[in-house]
T-cell receptor
Framework: GAGVSQSPSNKVTEKGKDVELRCDPI?????LYWYRQSLGQGLEFLIY????????KSGLPSDRFSAERTGGSVSTLTIQRTQQEDSAVYLC???????????????FGQGTRLTVV | GENVEQHPSTLSVQEGDSAVIKCTYS??????FPWYKQELGKRPQLIID?????GEKKDQRIAVTLNKTAKHFSLHITETQPEDSAVYFC???????????FGAGTRLFVKA
């Protein structure tokens, strides 16, 4: 596709249930980020994938959060045993990072609005 | 790791006035500093960026300055318009480019 695509756009789940959020990055983009944005707040870094390197998971808030990136493309963010404080917009971004273009623009998806009731 | 602080958190200006948003960063190895604009209900989008080998960059009504010695950078918007109203995020990406850390954001209101 032309841009970063996230699904679902909205998700309402009951406390204690598991959820999976999906991100389709721009084709060819090697770097993929997940951020969390609570209402009216900034962008909280969660996890970063770059090519085949081990992901940087330093931003994951607890062991209930995990993420995978299969085949260097699609990524899923999984939240187990959801809590009300997990309610937020989860944003995915991708960028092209090569040996000659280390830092380039990050393109964001439209986000998944997660509500835990 | 990198820490980015952004001020002010909220800024209200009259249409036509200038707006300045300031950020500081902690990792002296950081070398790429993008600024993103997020309109209400929309995704963040890049509006301007600066690399560590330049001190200033301008694009029409927006400009960014970088002081590597002091580890701070600023966004300047001149002749503000109501459509400039949004949340603006500064960010820093380290030399390794392993992750981009964002500031907390500045909510800019431009009053007509």
């Amino acid at each position: 596709g032309a841009g970063v695509s996230q699904s679902p756009s909205n998700k309402v789940t009951e406390k204690g249930k598991d959820v999976e959020l999906r991100c389709d990055p721009i084709s060819g983009h090697t770097a993929l980020y997940w951020y969390r944005q609570s209402l009216g707040q900034g962008l909280e870094f969660l996890i970063y994938f770059q090519g085949n390197s081990a992901p940087d998971k330093s931003g994951l808030p607890s062991d209930r959060f995990s993420a995978e990136r299969t085949g260097g493309s699609v990524s899923t963010l999984t939240i187990q045993r959801t809590q009300q404080e997990d309610s937020a917009v989860y944003l995915c971004a991708s960028s092209l990072r090569t040996s000659t273009a280390l830092n380039t623009e990050a393109f964001f998806g439209q986000g998944t609005r997660l509500t835990v009731v | 790791g990198e820490n980015v602080e952004q001020h002010p958190s909220t800024l209200s200006v009259q249409e036509g006035d200038s707006a300045v948003i300031k950020c500081t960063y902690s990792d002296s190895a950081s070398n790429y500093f993008p600024w993103y604009k997020q309109e209400l209900g929309k995704r963040p989008q890049l509006i301007i960026d600066i690399r560590s080998n330049v001190g200033e960059k301008k694009d029409q009504r927006i400009a960014v300055t970088l002081n590597k010695t002091a580890k701070h950078f600023s966004l300047h918007i001149t002749e503000t318009q109501p459509e400039d109203s949004a949340v603006y995020f500064c960010a820093a990406t380290d030399t390794g480019g392993f992750k981009t850390i964002f500031g907390a954001g500045t909510r800019l209101f431009v009053k007509a």
